[in-house]
């Protein structure tokens, strides 16, 4: 997920024991006889995620500490013992957003001043802009993607679809701009992405896919209201 969402992210991975990822499911079988060799049981390697994601997979090794508002992790090496602090990130914090066609509102998803990413607005007026007004946010998870609709960026106060990222699956919910209000929208899939409103702001189309089951496009009338 974190690859799909940025070719240039350098992504770290600990891992405390020596392998990534086994299949206990198939501990019975392997016990009973059907599946013969164990190394049949490990579904992916520490070199094959290397290659296919292009990330820094270190095995044996133990997160003690993450220090959310340091933004620090401390790891110990299994092997040698040793403790390594990790503190690699700039800035204030990270802001991707859409500006609204007068250009008196900006839209962002942001985590500046906070543990998670969230929705907020910032205002744009004679003096310069304000500062972050956090319309939505949650303590279990971070704002993945937000779409508003045509008529919000006309500037009128309208429906946000918001898609959360709760421990590596997906959430859509339908943010009311009017009365604050948010709807948590069920799909039954672990991804959710590619949100697009139609032109009069009453149905929602995005792509969502799971384990098992494929990519789908759904369509969501959402002229009932919340």
């Not at 839209?107 to 907020?120: Q, T």
Request: aromatic share 4%.
């Amino acid at each position: 997920r974190a690859r799909r969402l940025s070719e240039d992210a350098e992504i770290i991975m600990f891992e405390r024991g020596e392998h990534i990822s086994f299949a206990n499911c198939g501990l019975p079988y392997h016990i009973g006889g059907a599946i013969a060799e164990r190394d049949k049981l490990l579904v992916q390697s520490a070199d094959g995620m290397r290659k296919r994601y292009r990330g820094d997979v270190r095995t044996r090794h133990e997160v003690l500490g993450i220090n959310r508002d340091a933004q620090s992790v401390t790891v110990r090496n299994l092997q040698t013992g040793k403790e390594i602090h990790l503190t690699p990130h700039e800035g204030p914090g990270s802001f991707s957003g859409q500006m609204t066609a007068d250009g008196n509102t900006i839209f962002v998803a942001s985590n500046k001043g906070r543990d998670r990413i969230a929705f907020g607005r910032i205002q744009i007026g004679p003096e310069g802009a304000s500062e972050i007004e956090v319309l939505r946010g949650r303590d279990d998870a971070e704002l993945e993607s937000f779409a508003i609709t045509p008529k919000t960026r006309q500037g009128a106060d309208d429906l946000v679809a918001l898609v959360w990222n709760v421990a590596g699956r997906s959430e859509l919910e339908l943010l009311d701009l009017e009365t604050s209000k948010a709807r948590r929208i069920s799909l039954g899939a672990d991804l959710i992405g590619g949100l697009d409103w139609s032109n009069d702001g009453r149905k929602l189309a995005l792509v969502a896919r799971g384990a098992n089951r494929p990519s789908n496009i759904f369509v969501l009338d959402t002229s009932n209201g919340l």
